[in-house]
């Protein structure tokens, strides 16, 4: 029973890297998204997915690429970090056959 | 497009008390759904209650119940009975009947329960 996998935990960048942050589901869900959360902000949608090969913009996407090959995994890439991308990120999957998103643990990500 | 306010930053509660935790949002849509979300310090978020927006009846799940006003569009939760466990961060979030993937959320209310 993994639910929703996010890959690392915490992670530390410098100015200017690029990296991504890995999710995976094994539930056969068919929607996923990626949110940030920040203080006093709550969390935020970045991007999300209705299905493999389908992706669309959230709320905040501006500095984030996603893609989704396979139902199972949806990664959310950072091509220049800069430090306004110093977050916590949160992976979900849900389904059109429940009212409620399935969290990861969540990233912790510092950009210095 | 849809708002969450949750106007508490802050609430505390001392324990085997009862709490109540307010959420108000905006929207133009008759079908939703709405949910109370936890978050201990693990940082892992938790479904606390699930409110259908057609059901009248107002959703309970052991302790955790939620006052859901429709026309005022309020949907606050209580916590009855309060344990050292409930502390955490509590958010309220929307989402339309249509979009599965696209949750909105407020901005949390953080509860202390004391001895």
């Known amino acids: 029973n993994a639910g929703v996998t996010q890959t690392p935990k915490f992670q530390v960048l410098k100015t200017g890297q690029s990296m991504t942050l890995q999710c995976a589901q094994d539930?056969?869900?068919?929607?996923m998204s990626w949110y940030r959360q920040d203080p006093g902000m709550g969390l935020r949608l970045i991007h999300y997915?209705?299905?493999?090969?389908?992706?669309d913009q959230g709320e905040v996407p501006n500095g984030y690429n996603v893609s989704r090959s396979t139902t199972e995994d949806f990664p959310l890439r950072l091509l220049s970090a800069a430090p306004s991308q110093t977050s916590v990120y949160f992976c979900?999957?849900?389904?059109?056959?429940?009212?409620?998103?399935?969290f990861g643990q969540g990233t912790r990500l510092t950009v210095v | 497009a849809q708002t969450v306010t949750q106007s508490q930053p802050e609430m505390s509660v001392q324990e085997a008390e009862t709490v109540t935790l307010s959420c108000t949002y905006d929207t133009s849509e008759s079908d939703y759904y709405l949910f109370w979300y936890k978050q201990p310090p693990s940082r892992q978020m938790i479904l606390v209650i699930r409110?259908?927006?057609?059901?009248?009846q107002n959703a309970t799940e052991n302790r955790f119940s939620v006052n859901f006003q429709k026309a005022a569009k309020s949907f606050s939760l209580k916590i009855s009975d309060s344990q050292l466990g409930d502390a955490a961060m509590y958010f309220c979030a929307y989402r339309s009947t249509g979009t599965a993937s696209k949750l909105t959320f407020g901005t949390g209310t953080r509860l202390q329960v004391t001895l």
């Open positions: 409110q259908e927006a057609y059901k009248q």
């Open positions: 997915s209705v299905g493999a090969g389908i992706t």
């Open positions: 979900a999957s849900s389904t059109a056959g429940r009212t409620e998103a399935f």
């Open positions: 539930m056969n869900h068919e929607y």
